[in-house]
């Protein structure tokens, strides 16, 4: 199929190399791109196992807020504190572990204390407008 027209009159390996792009698949190309990049650049350190599992568990915070953010936005709403009560409970997180709480124990004070400022955030514009 690789030499075959296809009904826009382009050939078929180009015609799939922009789909690639123009589909969900051209974040993941772009995603691949910039890793080979950064492997390039960085050598071959870049992509050990330790620095990849590094990777991933630094991006769960920021993705986990994303999700949240995801949310608000989708109804209609935009919240700029997020990033302020994702360090807040980071910081609790850190300062219960060095208390010698339990990360279990340590991840609830987290939860507890961003439960808090979500409700002030959601009294506050529910009442104040």
Do not use: H
Not at 78 to 100: C, E, F, H, K, Y
Request: hydrophobic residues 55%.
């Amino acid at each position: 199929m690789d030499g075959t027209l296809t009904a826009d009159g382009s050939f078929g390996r180009s015609s799939r190399l922009k789909a690639l792009w123009r589909g969900d698949s051209g974040v993941l190309l772009g995603l691949l791109l910039v890793g080979i990049l950064f492997g390039a650049l960085i050598g071959p350190q870049f992509f050990r196992a330790a620095n990849l599992e590094l990777m991933a568990i630094q991006t769960v915070i920021v993705c986990v807020a994303a999700l949240g953010m995801t949310m608000v936005i989708v109804s209609s709403g935009i919240d700029l504190s997020v990033g302020s009560i994702v360090a807040l409970a980071t910081v609790v997180t850190a300062v219960m572990l060095r208390q010698g709480y339990s990360p279990a124990m340590a991840a609830l004070g987290a939860l507890g204390a961003a439960a808090v400022c979500g409700l002030v955030n959601g009294l506050l514009i529910t009442r104040l407008k």
